[in-house]
């Protein structure tokens, strides 16, 4: 039986797909460079995958998403029988000052389909889609008897890996599971190892973000066997309220909990936890599915860069629908195109040399601010934010004409960025590297340190 979906040939295959993508064997390649991954032992035709969420939940979802060019996915994740049911409302949001949505909130539990019916799909999919990515997600409770049955199952859908759901922060931790799992390591060790006792799929172990240092469940999944990580799940949170019913969104009744943050918003805190993970000794040669806000091929470029193998998408797509896909893959294959990076592993991991401590950074290394004359409005954005808060750095000057000018006082400018983040022009305000003569030297060996080592 071959799933059918009620696209038509036109968009069931986009444009501008790379001629590296199976998919798109049919299609004029707009860059060179081979998208394609080998992740842990699970190939793919390019390192963008759906993460598992109403993206994944069926096979409807999954084939439209490999029509329109995924490399693969992580399905919706499973439990044991009978299966989870959700409440109404579930989904809340942030928004910026342009009513575009920075972060998303939810409230969903795992799959409200029962296993039966899951893994029929995942088997016919899989069947028909071979050369995708397409790794299950799995969440049982933390008994060895309970990953022992299921575990099988799932390996034979012929499936390419297992992702284990330690991230869940909503609903499945107060039935002790997801997050209550992964915020702990000796459990996420545990079930790793009963992952690796029983089944020969390559797992992948999900983290979740809602804990101190995320380099220790990271360590944990190692310790267990796992053959890779995957994070950023969501983080614990509440968007807004409402405040006539003093009720927090989304509303379920007159109640409501908080729910897993997610989308651009979360993108920052999900890179550093990559790159932790990415540039500690024990962990460094972990392979990392980056996930967390990424919206765009640059995101995805950067998760890359910062030490992920693969990288993974939610909101984007439940926002903008699957065939945000085609920018994705087309922008990374001319970036790379244009950096002369033949293949993804080239530039994998290449940030991180150049993310450290704070202690090794140089004192000695100056940057200053420079207004470009010709591109100022005249805002004074950027004289009110260095007046107020830093550091008295920027003059207000009047032109012939009345209006006003600003100028940087070199001497004063610390380079701290706040009028180049604040500015509303591009590049008006640029940040100038200062020829100083001095060699580098950082906070260890800097005099004004008094613990410096003599
Ligand atoms: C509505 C919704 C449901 C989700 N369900 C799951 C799930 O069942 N299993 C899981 O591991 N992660 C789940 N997630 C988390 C995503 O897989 C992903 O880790 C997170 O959304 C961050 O990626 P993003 O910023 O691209 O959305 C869900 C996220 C959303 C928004
Ligand atoms: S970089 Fe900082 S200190 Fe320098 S002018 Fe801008 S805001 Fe002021
Ligand atoms: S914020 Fe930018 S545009 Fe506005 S006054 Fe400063 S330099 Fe000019």
Redesign the pocket.
Known sequence: MTIHTPLNEDNARPAGAGANDAASNDHVASYKADLSINFAGIRSPNPFWL????PTDKAYNVVRAFEAGWGGV?W??LGEDPAAVNVSS??SAHYGPNGEVSG???I????DRSLEINLREITQVKKDWPDRALIV?L?VPCEEEAWKTILPQVEATGCDGI?L?F??PHGMPERGM?AAVGQVPEYVEKVTRWCKTYSSLPVIV?LTPNITDVRLPAQAALRGGADAV?????INSITHLDLDRMVAHPVVGGRSTHG?Y???A??PI?LNMVSEIARTPETANLPISG?????NWEDAAEFIALGAGSV???????LHGFRIVEEMKDGLGRWMDSKGYQKIDDFTRAAIPNTTDWKHLDMNYQVIARIDQDKCIGCGRCYIACEDTSHQAIMHLAKDNGTARYEVKDADCVGCNLCEITCPVDNCITMEEQDTGKPYMNWMEDPRNPHRAA
Do not use: D, H, W
């Not at 993460?51 to 109403?54: G, N, V």
């Not at 995957?230 to 969501?234: A, P």
């Not at 996930?291 to 919206?295: E, K, P, R």
């Open positions: 993460a598992s969420a109403p992580v919706k994740t579930r989904y998303f909130n939810n969903e539990l795992i799959t997600s969440m992702e759901n991230g869940c997801g999900k995957s994070l950023i799940n969501t897993g997610c989308g651009s979360v993108k999900a996930i967390g806000g990424i919206s993974q998408v939610c909101t984007a797509a439940m």
